[in-house]
């Protein structure tokens, strides 16, 4: 395992070279400010856990990028900051937390341009209150936010997804009872492209997990119960099969380096390019990428290192933060 790591962080140097050289770097519209002039307020919230990396990443990567950072927590004043501190942009990170009432209210009143960055799983009571509050709304994903909400008076919404916790998603050794053959994501469908290679017989002597409902029915399967680190999981993992929806589980599977191939219910993205992944779209194809990548391990690293390196390069936090000020700035 740690020389299959060695050999992919020097496959990620050269992929980080290739795309740099046929211009995989996405070139960018001049903003109508200069970023280094700006003064930003961010406001992160006290006791949310998952979300306290992302915050001192996002702050991380504002202090590459403008000129000073303010962070106060939901509970400080917002109010005594804006009277202390010249500032030219909040950016609130959102959380299931709640704003107290007194930093709603400065922020309604406040002229100073304003966005939400909404957390994953965001879907609390004060959203519809402190939405239209926002000159800029930035969502996981495009049902994040209701129809209503979408047209909110002066208020823009923009699907950004958050990266995957590098801390927690990336290439590491795991122990043996995380190890497996196959990983499938998503549920069983007695008529579906992963149902049908089960059934011809691709799947059989090899320790297969499944993340989904329905493969008791299909095969002899280990079934991944919720409480279990995925993290480990996907590093453990010789090859997954993603028949679900959620680009969030195609980013942080190609965060840790891991092979996969992504079927046709992946959600699409404007934010994410997945001809950078191995995709099928029938049994036939979904054979044919198997059998070929399950016999080369090579073709299989590479492929991971390319996708490793896509994350790496282009949807880390500092650019998904530059890409969040393009946004509301050009």
Not at 111 to 116: D, Y
Not at 138 to 146: L, R
């Amino acid at each position: 395992m740690r020389k299959h790591m060695e050999v992919q962080q020097l496959e990620l140097n050269q992929q980080w070279l290739n795309m740099m050289q046929v211009g995989s770097i996405p070139t960018r519209e001049v903003p109508k400010v200069i970023y280094k002039e700006l003064n930003v307020l961010l406001i992160t919230p006290c006791n949310d856990r998952e979300m306290s990396s992302h915050c001192v990443l996002i702050e991380q990567s504002l202090k590459h990028l403008v000129r000073n950072v303010n962070e106060i927590k939901y509970i400080e004043s917002v109010s005594a900051c804006l009277s202390s501190y010249e500032v030219d942009l909040i950016m609130v990170i959102g959380s299931e937390e709640n704003l107290p009432d007194e930093n709603i209210t400065a922020l309604r009143s406040t002229t100073v341009k304003k966005a939400i960055w909404l957390s994953v799983d965001q879907h609390g009571n004060q959203s519809e209150t402190i939405l239209p509050i926002f000159d800029h709304v930035f969502t996981q994903h495009s049902t994040q936010i209701s129809d209503d909400q979408h047209h909110m008076g002066s208020t823009v919404s923009h699907e950004l997804f958050m990266p995957p916790d590098p801390h927690l998603f990336c290439p590491q050794a795991v122990p043996p009872e995380y190890e497996s053959d196959v990983y499938i994501i998503g549920d069983a469908e007695p008529d579906g492209i992963v149902s049908a290679i089960v059934k011809l017989g691709l799947l059989d002597n090899k320790k297969v997990r499944v993340d989904g409902e329905g493969w008791a029915q299909i095969g002899d399967f280990y079934p991944v119960h919720t409480n279990e680190a995925r993290q480990m999981l996907y590093n453990g993992s010789k090859l997954v099969i993603h028949s679900g929806e959620s680009i969030k589980n195609v980013m942080e599977i190609a965060a840790c380096g891991t092979f996969q191939l992504i079927g046709p219910s992946v959600n699409q993205s404007n934010g994410i390019d997945l001809s950078n992944f191995q995709q099928y779209n029938s049994c036939e194809e979904l054979t044919q990428k198997f059998e070929h990548y399950w016999q080369s391990v090579d073709a299989r690293r590479l492929a991971a290192s390319h996708a490793l390196a896509y994350m790496k390069y282009n949807q880390s936090h500092l650019q998904k933060t530059l890409r969040l000020l393009d946004i509301i700035f050009i």
